[in-house]
């Protein structure tokens, strides 16, 4: 079993920015994919980003891209979330997972194992 533990989130104005942070704790496999989910209110949720056990790899929902910048730091079983140029229709409870089923690239897709409780993130205009 993997425990997440998200923090970092909060309320921000639009053009904001944030950072989430999500430590792994547990039975922490060395060479797992992290990302980042999401789900506003009424709607169902959706994929935010993903990164490989290097780092090498991410991919990003078109909504994010270009604003938002997954990275992990793994001696710290850590990664982050870093959030700019935020909108109202950024807000949203953000989830934490790891490991399952990644594959990046134009046919990316990501099936996760573990989730974490979340943490909500709230855009005003």
């Known amino acids: 079993q993997v425990q997440l533990v998200e923090s970092g989130g909060g309320s921000v104005q639009a053009g904001g920015s944030l950072r989430l942070s999500c430590a792994a704790s547990g039975h922490t496999f060395p060479r797992y994919p992290m990302g980042w989910f999401r789900q506003a209110p009424g709607k169902e949720r959706e994929f935010v980003a993903a990164?490989?056990?290097?780092?090498?790899?991410?991919d990003y929902a078109d909504s994010v891209k270009g604003r938002f910048t997954i990275s992990r730091d793994n001696a710290k079983h850590t990664q982050y979330l870093q959030m700019s140029s935020l909108k109202p229709e950024d807000t949203a409870v953000y989830y934490c997972?790891?490991?399952?089923?990644?594959?990046?690239?134009?046919?990316?897709?990501?099936?996760?194992?573990?989730w974490g409780q979340g943490t909500q993130v709230t855009v005003s205009s």
């Open positions: 990164i490989n056990w290097s780092g090498e790899d991410t």
């Open positions: 997972v790891a490991d399952g089923e990644y594959r990046s690239g134009s046919d990316s897709y990501y099936y996760p194992t573990y």
